[in-house]
C-alpha cells in the first residue's frame, strides 16, 4: 500500500512541475504598454431627462446642439430641486413662471455645472 501511494504522490508531483515549467517557459499573453483608465460619473437626479426638450441631462439641449457657437449646455436647478437645461428654462420662463414639473412658483438655486 505504501508504495503504491508513493508512486501516485511522485507523478502527481512530476506532472504539476511539467504544467508549471510549461506555463512559465511560455511568453506572456500580451503586454500592457499604456493604460488609459476611463471614469464614468452621473448627475446626483431623480430625473435623467430635461423635461422641456426631452433629450438627457447629459446631452445638449436642442438650441445647443442646432447652434454650434454653444461649446457647453449648463444646466439650472430650481429651489424645487428640478433640474433643466439653462436654454430650455430660459424659454419656458418667457411664457409662464412656474416650474415645468410642480407648477410652484420658479426661483434659481443654482446655474452651471
Not at 1 to 29: C, I, P, Q, Y
Not at 32 to 56: A, D, G, Q, T
Request: glycine letters at 8%.
Amino acid at each position: 500500500m505504501k508504495d503504491g501511494d508513493g508512486e501516485t504522490k511522485k507523478a502527481a508531483a512530476r506532472t504539476g512541475a511539467a504544467a508549471g515549467a510549461g506555463a512559465g517557459a511560455s511568453k506572456e499573453a500580451f503586454k500592457m504598454n499604456k493604460w488609459y483608465p476611463v471614469f464614468m460619473w452621473k448627475w446626483n437626479l431623480e430625473s435623467k431627462f430635461c423635461s422641456i426638450c426631452r433629450n438627457s441631462i447629459d446631452e445638449k439641449c436642442l438650441e445647443c446642439q442646432s447652434n454650434s457657437k454653444f461649446d457647453d449646455c449648463p444646466l439650472t436647478w430650481g429651489v424645487c430641486g428640478h433640474v433643466f437645461h439653462h436654454h430650455c428654462i430660459e424659454n419656458w420662463l418667457k411664457s409662464r413662471n412656474t416650474c415645468p414639473l410642480d407648477n410652484g412658483p420658479w426661483s434659481f438655486a443654482k446655474v452651471g455645472k
